[in-house]
């Protein structure tokens, strides 16, 4: 079970907009530590999304954003599209632990 | 651009070993330090090691410390993975990928090679 919790899956309508939480603690992300998204489509390697709680790499849409508020940091989704579908990692440092760790992921599905 | 390549997955009997390669190009390679992780069948990202961008230190999680070893070749600008003692829990999709640090200095990762599964079974 990781530090940072993630709900199993959340789903949405094409078009709509969703959002997926990271909820951890002050041992990591309410310390202050940055927290990355990165999405996984089925049958292929992660990719980075989100860095540094909000800025994109380049290439990937406006329609995800991220943010970070207290203990927890949400990854949202506009416009939703079949193409999102797939599941969605956090990652941030934990003090405790003293490494970088993984939310256990979200599933994406698109109604 | 930024290219990793993945070789050397198969099927393993429990007690052997196995050799990873990650093969990058489109980047200056002895500029990153390089990690691998992986992904147990249906479920989440695991961290496996970390090797700086000269080679100098390696770490690795509890779960592989004194079975794997990370390693890097410039020559051939390439990253291993050498497996040993190879444990029925070690199977899962091994990523290699590629190192960038954030404002507070902690790593994230960039780029990613395909994946390889690995399959530890007698």
């Known amino acids: 079970q990781s530090v940072l919790t993630q709900p199993p899956s959340v789903s949405g309508a094409p078009g709509q907009r969703v959002t997926i939480s990271c909820t951890g603690s002050?041992?990591?992300?309410?310390?202050?530590?940055?927290v990355h998204w990165y999405q996984q489509l089925p049958g292929t390697a992660p990719k980075l999304l989100i860095y540094?709680?909000?800025k994109r790499p380049s290439g990937v849409p406006e329609r995800f954003s991220g943010s970070k508020s207290g203990t927890s940091a949400s990854l949202a989704i506009t416009g939703l599209q079949a193409e999102d579908e797939g599941d969605y990692y956090c990652?941030?440092?934990?003090?405790?632990?003293?490494?970088?760790?993984f939310g256990g992921g979200t599933q994406l599905t698109v109604l | 651009q930024v290219h990793l390549v993945q070789s050397g997955g198969g099927v393993v009997q429990p007690g052997k070993s196995l050799r990873l390669s990650c093969a990058a190009s489109?980047?200056?390679?002895?500029?990153?330090?390089m990690h691998w992780v992986r992904q147990a069948p249906g479920k989440g990202l695991e961290w496996v090691a970390l090797?700086?961008?000269?080679?100098?230190?390696?770490y690795y999680a509890d779960s592989v410390r004194g079975r794997f070893t990370i390693s890097r070749d410039f020559s051939k600008n390439t990253l291993y993975l050498q497996m040993n003692s190879l444990r029925a829990e070690d199977t899962a999709i091994y990523y290699c990928?590629?190192?960038?640090?954030?404002?507070?200095?902690?790593?994230?990762?960039?780029?990613w090679g395909q994946g390889i599964l690995v399959t530890v079974s007698s």
């Open positions: 990928a590629r190192e960038l640090r954030d404002s507070s200095g902690f790593y994230y990762f960039d780029h």
């Open positions: 489109g980047f200056t390679f002895d500029s990153y330090s």
């Open positions: 090797i700086w961008h000269d080679g100098s230190i390696m």
């Open positions: 002050s041992a990591n992300i309410g310390a202050g530590y940055d």
């Open positions: 540094s709680n909000n």
């Open positions: 990652q941030s440092y934990d003090s405790t632990l003293s490494a970088s760790v």
